[in-house]
Nanobody
Framework: QVQLDESGGGLVQAGGSLRLSCAAS????????MGWFRQAPGKEREFVAG????????YYSDSVKGRFTISRDNAKNTVYLQMNSLKPEDTAVYYC????????????????WGQGTQVTVSS
């Protein structure tokens, strides 16, 4: 059974940084594109960042480009999201997701989801 466990969320002041981690219990982790999504209160879940199988390509939403960095360590079956220059509008539950596609951006392209970790940015 595939399991994705996010960690690293918390409360931070605007301008601060957080690093999210997602540990995946997937035997063929290196054959999954990985992504981060977020859902703010009263809003739909949105794509934040994605990374291809080997980590050679990364892609971001316009709202986080230049501030967030996604990376992966296939030896540890883990994907990370480094979040810098955080803003109050980044407050949301952040979800890790795994896709059998080489590259995936839409929710429907992802096969497995974590339970989410709360990120709160105070002004």
């Amino acid at each position: 059974q595939v399991q994705l466990d996010e960690s690293g969320g918390g409360l931070v002041q605007a301008g601060g940084s957080l690093r999210l981690s997602c540990a995946a219990s997937i035997r063929t982790f290196h054959r999954y594109a990985m992504g981060w999504f977020r859902q703010a209160p009263g809003k739909e879940r949105e794509f934040v960042a994605g990374i291809t199988w080997s980590g050679g390509n990364t892609y971001y939403s316009d709202s986080v480009k230049g501030r967030f960095t996604i990376s992966r360590d296939n030896a540890k079956n883990t994907v990370y999201l480094q979040m810098n220059s955080l803003k109050p509008e980044d407050t949301a539950v952040y979800y890790c997701a795994a896709s059998r596609w080489f590259e995936a951006r839409g929710e429907s392209e992802y096969d497995y989801w974590g339970q989410g970790t709360q990120v709160t940015v105070s002004s």
